[in-house]
């Protein structure tokens, strides 16, 4: 059976207090939640996150120092990774903060040896989830050698159907 990667993708949230900055960088810099152009979006980012940082900070502090997303997520993979047996290996996706996409894509790349696709397909998750600005329910399959595209979230079939004309 050929190898699996399952892409586990989510907000992110600061390991450590020295994150915690950047973080909220991150995440007021997204068009999706700040929607003015650059560079005032990176100003005003710049901004917020600046002003923000100390309280969050304290925020941290009193569960821990850093969120408890990553530990959450990784400790969900290794349960799905138990489940499905050693042709399927889970990775984890970030959105804010590490480890990021184009991390997880290079990790994806060094253990499937059909890694073109795999990429290919974790890029097309991603441009797919913008577009629709769909949180969750984007499921995919990525084989070797075949075309198959993400099945279609909520937002997506939405979508299509509000398109297609009606019979009457």
Not at 30 to 47: N, V
Not at 91 to 110: C, G, L
Not at 158 to 167: C, D, F, K, L, Y
Request: hydrophobic share 40%.
């Amino acid at each position: 059976m050929a190898k699996t990667a399952v892409v586990l993708f989510n907000l992110g949230g600061p390991d450590g207090p020295d994150a915690v900055a950047p973080f909220l960088f991150n995440l007021f810099n997204d068009r999706a939640i700040i929607t003015l152009p650059q560079p005032l979006r990176w100003f005003l980012a710049r901004l917020i996150s600046g002003c923000r940082a100390t309280v969050a900070r304290e925020i941290y502090a009193k569960i821990g120092g850093g969120s408890p997303l990553l530990a959450n997520t990784e400790a969900q993979a290794r349960a799905l990774d138990a489940a499905l047996g050693p042709d399927y290996r889970c990775f984890i996706a970030m959105r804010y903060w590490h480890p990021f996409s184009r991390e997880t894509v290079r990790e994806v790349a060094a253990w499937q040896p059909t890694a073109s696709s795999s990429c290919r397909s974790i890029r097309n998750i991603r441009r797919r989830r913008r577009r629709h600005r769909c949180a969750t329910g984007i499921a995919h399959r990525a084989r070797s050698g075949s075309r198959r595209r993400p099945l279609p979230c909520a937002a997506t079939r939405a979508s299509r159907a509000s398109s297609r004309p009606r019979r009457r």
